[in-house]
């Protein structure tokens, strides 16, 4: 068993294995699904779901653990962070961050909502799909925080691109503040989402 739970792959594999046995329990026990826009916007929701957790996961990470704890690791040991952890953790951290919004936005196109959303519903009035609007557009602000601002920041400030130390030094920074920032939005971006699922 320990073999198994040391093996990282084994477990995400065995863990979707789990996740097919109880949808197949439960396509079985509602006599089957049909197989249209309803199932294939569950879909696209769980997988939502899924890579937004990974995202303001590695997001609370980076605010809650990492940045407040660098300064107590001895000097000699800071380059296991910079150079394995951190880049391993932007890793997941961009790319679920782009899947989130990607993901996000087939759910609101499914649904049919995709334009009053991104409006804000101006003009048609429907207070769910303003405040899924809000939400949608404070995580697509955040993804653009991830891409263009905190990753290639976080590139010079790991040396994964190559600069002077007092360019190192400015990215480093204002991929701290732009992480914040992300940290502020997540809060009304996840409330907005929940709400819109659950007060309208």
């Not at 990974?54 to 990470?61: A, N, Q």
């Not at 609007?133 to 994964?160: E, S, T």
Request: hydrophobic share 55%; glycine share 6%.
């Amino acid at each position: 068993m320990g073999n198994f739970f040391s093996s990282l792959s084994k477990t995400i594999h065995a863990s979707l294995a789990l996740a097919v046995v109880l949808f197949l329990g439960l396509f079985y026990q509602n006599d089957g699904f049909t197989f249209d826009r309803f199932f294939w916007t569950w879909v696209a929701r769980y997988t939502h779901v899924v890579v937004g957790i990974m995202w303001i996961g590695l997001l609370w990470y980076f605010n809650f653990v990492q940045i407040p704890n660098m300064n107590k690791i001895p000097d000699e040991q800071k380059p296991a962070i910079g150079k394995v952890i951190a880049p391993a953790a932007l890793f997941y951290f961009r790319w679920a961050a782009a899947f989130t919004i990607l993901t996000g936005l087939i759910v609101a196109q499914l649904n049919g909502y995709l334009h009053d959303a991104m409006t804000l519903s101006i003009g048609s009035a429907v207070p769910k799909h303003t405040a899924i609007g809000i939400g949608m557009w404070l995580g697509i602000i955040m993804a653009f925080n991830v891409w263009f601002v905190i990753w290639p920041n976080q590139k010079r400030a790991l040396g994964i691109v190559d600069c002077d130390p007092e360019l190192k030094a400015k990215s480093a920074r204002t991929a701290m503040i732009f992480s914040r920032t992300n940290t502020l939005l997540s809060l009304p971006m996840l409330l907005s989402m929940v709400a819109a699922q659950n007060l309208y």
